[in-house]
């Protein structure tokens, strides 16, 4: 009996190693995922990187898959990697079909009471089945909880734009955003307040820009016949003004002052403003499903008559997450 023993020593004693370190695996890591599919109306359907709309309305099956894991090697420290795939298929406007793929890391340590982070973001935009757009943002983040109830959180940001078909859009572009999350009716609801501010220098002047944006979201969780639902009403005002002064003719003004003469001459700069409303209802089905009506409304204002329209999507999606 005893070479039996002794086989069967080495194996039991690494089983119980690889057990407790499995166990030990499941404290510090998981892996979060998501499937999403339905259905929007899109009164105006656009182009909001190009600040283009189409003046026709159409819908659209949507569709949106992701993981995400979440390390924690030690208590403070967090680390979360992402991949997500999010698309529109539009009955008619075909050439408005899109798809996103985007990548996604970021690691925090809490210092108590302060975290600081950095995180990036890299995303792969198709317009029509062809390439449209590659996005990069790379962030370091400060945030802190203020007693009980608030949290505080500042970032610095660096972000590029590369466009497939229209190298005068590429951008690096520097940006500052200030969050503050107000809790309260025990967690259960809080307030969003946020500012973001963007500087975006792009290869042509014509689309250098100075962006203005405030934030405001109410969330509300509650259980209804059993179920967790979620309630979020949002608001968005964006100021766009664009470096490049054009020169336009109008009321006549001297151009010369030793000849004498007279040209029709006036100058304007490109400004782009924009309101945006967001409601949606989140409703428990089980603990995996839910379905998810949405609405929102969007006016955007503009010197230029492209970028000078207004825009309702509603819509309806079923979501799956684990």
Do not use: C
């Amino acid at each position: 009996m005893q070479p039996i023993s002794r086989k069967w020593t080495g194996p039991m004693a690494l089983a119980l190693v690889v057990s407790s370190q499995v166990v030990q695996a499941e404290d510090q890591a998981r892996l979060n995922g998501h499937l999403e599919g339905g259905v929007e109306h899109d009164s105006n359907v656009t182009v909001d990187e190009l600040n283009s709309s189409s003046d026709k309305s159409d819908e659209a099956w949507v569709f949106d898959a992701g993981l995400e894991g979440v390390l924690q090697p030690t208590e403070p420290l967090n680390i979360t990697l992402g991949y997500s795939l999010s698309g529109r298929r539009y009955q008619s406007l075909d050439q408005f079909d899109q798809d996103i793929h985007l990548l996604s890391a970021d690691i925090s340590y809490n210092f108590e009471p302060v975290t600081i982070g950095t995180s990036y973001h890299y995303s792969h935009a198709t317009l029509g089945s062809d390439p449209f757009l590659d996005f990069s943002r790379a962030s370091v983040y400060l945030g802190s909880l203020i007693g009980q109830d608030v949290y505080l959180q500042a970032s610095l940001q660096d972000k590029r734009k590369d466009f497939d078909d229209s190298n005068a859009r590429d951008a690096d572009i520097r940006g500052v955003s200030l969050d503050s999350f107000f809790f309260f009716n025990q967690a259960r609801s809080h307030v969003v307040l946020g500012l973001d501010g963007d500087r975006e220098d792009a290869k042509a002047e014509a689309y250098d820009n100075d962006l203005l944006r405030v934030r405001a979201a109410l969330v509300h969780k509650f259980t209804l016949a059993g179920e967790a639902n979620r309630l979020r009403f949002g608001w968005r005002y964006e100021d766009r003004d664009y470096d490049e002064v054009k020169v336009t003719s109008s009321d006549p003004v001297l151009d010369d002052r030793l000849t004498g003469d007279l040209a029709e001459r006036s100058t304007s700069k490109r400004a782009d403003k924009a309101h945006i409303l967001e409601a949606s209802w989140r409703i428990g089905v089980n603990d995996v499903v839910s379905v998810e009506p949405s609405i929102s409304w969007g006016n955007y204002t503009s010197n230029v008559d492209s970028a000078d329209y207004q825009k309702t999507v509603a819509g309806v999606t079923v979501r799956a997450g684990f």
